[in-house]
């Protein structure tokens, strides 16, 4: 029973708010309303002392991903990721909107800095300001790591740990048998235990891939899976709330644990109303870039479980924003993650640190462009073992940009 659930994540999440990062916590200043997902109990994250200054932004630039590398006055430099597709547009942003906001400053103020750039930003929201600002957002995290010898996941109070991943399927043009053929390889071979389906169409206005799809995938994979497998369906935006709630009936005949976006992610009302009328959790949030956006879907339970992407909202210190009003609500935090990139990377370290987590998505379809970049990217590359994902345990992020995935890519800097 979906009530019973709810209860059982509102019991697991009663902990101590973020208990453990409260350690490594400046003291910022209280806020009396919410701003940019700051609450009354919030503090900036202070980890290393101030007097450095950011003296060089470079990037790194290939179609589908682009890397950042900052570098400070003292010759230190920290590596990050701009969101993957479409990187050239997020490029061209960071160096003509976003850099003069970071250059010059000091990289000890990381909530101040990427507040203000989406205020001195306000009449561009909200996408690519956000995609652009995640490069330098975790490159200071990867800096933070460097300069105090850390993995990012023990500055945000967490430890080195071996995190639950689900396999995802980001395939619609796959018969039921065939999606359940090979979960049940997956399964045997990873050691996972729990999947993803992709239900429905893509922003389908309650059009399924071909007809009869949906109804037919559920239970031939659950069938195939067993019940002590997990799983899991996102709709992409397909649905009306009657449609939406009619599926929901299905998976909820089929013990379901999650239904991702069933309505227009726009449309909170909508996906409030299947949230209130369905037994199923609701997964959401994976588009939202605006914090106050956050807040909303939050308060008003649109959503069970919050799913922000690190890359689309702006990098680590926004995402764990939300973690921590997922948290406050009693709503676990499950990222977006549906690629190879440094996303599932940055993902892993905040897994590690919030007392609200339970997975990390894993996509199981590796043969697009972007997973091929994403291979050559780093090292070294994130292995399944018995279901789980390792966190590097390196400095900073723990994984190293190769020497031949730069000299490929375009290189622009700003100092």
């Known amino acids: ?104 400053e000091d990289p000890a103020h990381i909530d101040a800095l990427v507040d203000d750039c989406i205020e001195s930003n306000y009449k561009y929201p909200w996408t690519y300001v956000c995609r652009a600002l995640t490069g330098l957002d975790t490159a200071i995290w990867d800096l933070y790591g460097k300069i105090t010898n850390k993995p990012v996941v023990e500055l945000l109070g967490g430890k080195v740990r071996a995190i639950t991943a689900y396999g995802s399927s980001m395939r619609r043009d796959i018969t039921p048998e065939d999606e359940a053929s090979r979960m049940v390889a997956l399964r045997d071979s990873k050691g996972f235990k729990a999947f993803k389906l992709r239900v429905g169409k893509k922003t389908g206005r309650d059009q399924d891939q071909w007809p009869g799809r949906t109804e037919k995938l559920v239970p031939t994979v659950r069938k195939a899976l067993g019940d002590n497998i997990d799983l899991l369906a996102d709709a992409n935006s397909c649905y009306t709330p009657p449609r939406a709630i009619e599926v929901g009936r299905i998976l909820e005949d089929n013990n379901v644990f999650f239904f991702e976006e069933p309505c227009p992610y726009w449309e909170l009302e909508w996906t409030a109303e299947v949230t209130k009328k ?138």
């Open 1 to 104: 029973m979906k009530l019973a659930r709810r209860d059982f994540c509102k019991v697991a999440l009663t902990i101590p708010l973020f208990a453990q990062a409260k350690v490594i916590l400046g003291s910022g200043t209280q806020q009396k309303y919410p701003h940019f997902g700051r609450d009354e109990n919030y503090k900036d994250f202070k980890i290393i002392e101030e007097g450095l200054k950011i003296v060089k932004i470079e990037t790194f630039t290939r179609p589908k991903v682009g890397v950042v590398r900052i570098q400070t006055d003292d010759g230190s430099e920290g590596w990050g990721q701009i969101s993957p597709h479409d990187a050239e547009f997020s490029t061209l942003i960071l160096h003509k909107k976003i850099a003069d906001d970071f250059l010059g």
């Open 278 to 415: 369905l037994n199923v959790l609701v997964a959401g949030g994976e588009q939202d870039n605006d914090l106050a956006q956050w807040r909303r879907m939050i308060n008003m339970n649109a959503v069970d479980i919050a799913q922000p992407d690190i890359c689309y909202i702006g990098g680590l210190t926004r995402a764990y924003r939300v973690a921590r009003m997922a948290h406050k609500a009693g709503k676990l935090c499950i990222p977006h993650t549906s690629n190879f990139s440094m996303v599932s990377v940055f993902s892993l370290h905040m897994l590690g640190a919030i007392p609200n987590s339970k997975y990390l998505e894993y996509t199981i379809d590796g043969t697009s462009e972007l997973a091929n970049e994403s291979r050559a990217l780093y090292t070294p590359q994130l292995e399944v073992v018995d279901g789980k994902i390792m966190i590097p345990d390196g400095p900073g992020w723990g994984v190293t940009i190769n020497n031949e995935w730069l000299e490929s890519a375009e290189y622009q800097k700003s100092e």
